[in-house]
């Protein structure tokens, strides 16, 4: 059954409304992937505040050039689901990733982080980061690294004056 023309405005609306919140775009190929299967990944989305959106190539096209988006998305292959991550930048690539590895028909096609496309092979490297917390970690660890061995150092030398010192009285007191 063709869509009417009120709902494919609201379609669009829906779309342009998440294009204006959005931190992070990923265009997922969901051919062959069972309902409940998306079901699972929509309430991994929500969790990460994510959403997902399945949308015809040419009203996700309209809502895109609506919002001065440079995208065609009859280039991408397949049956496009659009997912939009809210929070940060990752967390929807990372559920999506995480998806595909578990539901082998599901394909990353590739998506947008402030507001400039990226591959899929870009995409995937983005979700296989750390979290970021613990990339925050890692920084901080490194930048602390030379303070920490200089105090190190300098404690070794102070544990072999009290050595020394340790060792000249029992050698006054025997």
């Keep these: 059954m063709p869509l009417t023309r009120e709902k494919k405005e609201s379609i669009v609306k829906e779309i342009e409304d998440c294009l ?10 969901f051919k062959g992937i069972k309902v409940k299967d998306l079901s699972v990944l929509r309430n991994q989305l929500k969790e990460q505040d994510g959403e997902m959106k399945v949308s015809k190539k040419s009203l996700i096209n309209v809502a895109f050039k609506n919002k001065n988006f440079d995208f065609d998305a009859k280039n991408l292959s397949g049956e496009v689901a659009v997912i939009f991550g809210y929070g940060d930048e990752v967390s929807s690539s990372k559920a999506v990733y995480q998806f595909t590895k578990t539901s082998k028909e599901a394909k990353i096609l590739g998506g947008f982080v402030e507001n400039k496309f990226y591959s899929d092979i870009d995409i995937i490297r983005l979700a296989e980061l750390p979290p970021k917390p613990q990339m925050i970690g890692m920084f901080m660890a490194t930048i602390n690294a030379p303070v920490t061995n ?8 102070l544990r072999k004056v009290v050595v020394a010192f340790s060792e000249i009285k029992n050698k006054k007191t025997a």
Excluded: C, E, P, R
């Excluded at 200089?150 to 030398?157: A, D, E, K, M, S």
């Design 20 to 29: 204006t919140k959005q931190k992070s775009i990923v265009f997922m190929d």
């Design 150 to 157: 200089f105090v190190g150092v300098l404690g070794g030398n």
